[in-house]
């Protein structure tokens, strides 16, 4: 039966990055098939709609959607144009945009940092009311209690299962109808869910302690442009814009995305970090139910940073379909119930010499290394085994099994 995968690319680093996220998905073995269809400025130009209606069918008919990114015509209008992802939150009801933020095993990223910002997405100056009164432009601020409590019915939700903490973020001391109605409904909701941990902070504090105490949010929900800012923020603390993905939640379905855009100045390039787009894969895989697989292609990305195999925006050399066959590879080894250990993660022992990887002695087993230690489970009722198979340890032994290797 399999899952049924919208897959909308649409432009600039959208058409590199989603590729790569379907090869990595391909590599878990589950029954995905994936049903193309456009969006973008690209599909605007050639067909004179930035949304066909076999898109929003497709979309409808599918399980999941991943998009990639679509580019927009910036600071002017251009008649017919409107942004496909945010018609797509509209039309489906989208309402709840999460956007998780963590610590990767980078150099010079805080460490212990995991965020989760649920942003409102269906309202508030997003809702595109502006108008021109002579050298006068008014946009309309929009905040229903209705769709307050259904993002904070959901941000509850998330909280309750993560650390139980939540953090409401508004600006009521200025807006106090707009921000204030929006605290209020949350904090109506939250009061439902005993045992959460519920404080406010006002969004310009919210921006700095973002910077300065990441570490002490767990969930996060605000209104819809707050989130936005913020959410790019929280990317940039936690190693920039190629690590973030989202997910926009509605009650029928679900659309998974990297926060970045489409990104026209490395386009075509062969350099887009496709990271972000696999960790919106993973929580695509989640939202389906198969969190196993969701946890390989993080880890698939964690080892990537590890072992260095990044691209360019992360200091790295490596081209972007140089760092999804190394993920690829990885979450395959893993779907074939292989462990794939890393030097960072191996709790004991000495790594030796650079590059040179030793067992530890009642192993009796000396290698070298270069692209991570490897660990099979013994074939049933077979003596210990090792063996070098390239430039992987093959170590077939009962006492090796496990998420740590000794080394
Ligand atoms: P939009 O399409 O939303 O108008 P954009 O793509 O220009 O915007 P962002 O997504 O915010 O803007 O990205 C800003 C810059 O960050 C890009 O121009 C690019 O240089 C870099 N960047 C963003 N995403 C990636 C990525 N996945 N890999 C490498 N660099 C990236």
Redesign the pocket.
């Known amino acids: 039966m399999g899952y049924r995968i919208c897959v909308i690319p649409g432009d600039?680093?959208g058409r590199e990055?989603v590729p790569a996220a379907i090869e990595v998905l391909r590599a878990t073995g589950l029954e995905l098939n994936f049903h193309f269809a456009e969006a973008g400025w690209a599909c605007f130009e050639e067909f004179g709609t930035a949304l066909p209606e076999e898109t929003i069918q497709a979309v409808r008919q599918a399980d999941a959607t991943l998009f990639g990114?679509?580019?927009?015509p910036?600071g002017r209008r251009v008649d017919g144009y409107r942004s496909p992802i945010v018609a797509l939150r509209r039309e489906f009801n989208l309402y709840a945009n999460l956007r998780p933020a963590r610590s990767w095993p980078l150099a010079g990223v805080p460490q212990d940092v995991d965020l989760l910002i649920v942003r409102e997405n269906t309202e508030d100056l997003y809702v595109q009311q502006e108008h021109l009164e002579g050298e006068r432009a008014v946009a309309q601020r929009v905040i229903t209690r209705q769709a307050s409590e259904r993002v904070a019915r959901a941000a509850c939700r998330l909280a309750m299962g993560r650390r139980r903490k939540l953090t409401i973020v508004h600006k009521a001391n200025i807006l106090p109808l707009t921000c204030g109605l929006f605290r209020d409904a949350v904090r109506e909701v939250a009061g439902g869910f005993p045992g959460l941990q519920v404080e406010e902070v006002l969004v310009d504090a919210m921006a700095m302690r973002l910077v300065h105490d990441p570490q002490s949010f767990d969930v996060v929900v605000t209104t819809n442009m707050f989130g936005d800012i913020l959410s790019?923020e929280a990317a940039a603390v936690c190693g920039g814009?190629?690590l973030a993905p989202s997910a926009n939640l509605g009650d029928s379905t679900a659309i998974f995305e990297?926060?970045?855009?489409?990104?026209?100045?490395?386009a075509g390039k062969g350099?887009?970090?496709?990271m972000?787009a696999i960790l919106a894969a993973s929580m695509m895989l989640s939202y389906l139910g198969e969190s196993e697989a969701a946890g390989w292609l993080v880890q698939g990305v964690e080892t990537a940073l590890r072992r260095g195999v990044v691209?360019?925006?992360l200091g790295g050399q490596a081209t972007t379909a140089q760092v999804t066959a190394f993920v690829r590879d990885v979450v395959g080894e893993l779907a074939a119930g292989r462990w794939y250990a890393d030097a960072a993660q191996s709790s004991s022992g000495d790594s030796g010499a650079k590059g040179a990887w030793y067992a530890s002695a009642h192993h009796e087993l000396e290698c070298t290394i270069g692209e991570g230690l490897l660990l099979d489970p013994p074939p049933a009722g077979e003596a210990p085994r090792p063996a070098v198979r390239g430039r992987r340890f093959q170590f077939n032994y009962p006492g090796s099994l496990g998420r740590q290797a000794w080394l």
């Open positions: 600039g680093i990055v990114a679509v580019s927009s910036t790019d814009m190629g990297p926060v970045h855009g489409s990104a026209p100045d490395i350099i887009a970090n496709p972000a691209t360019p925006d």
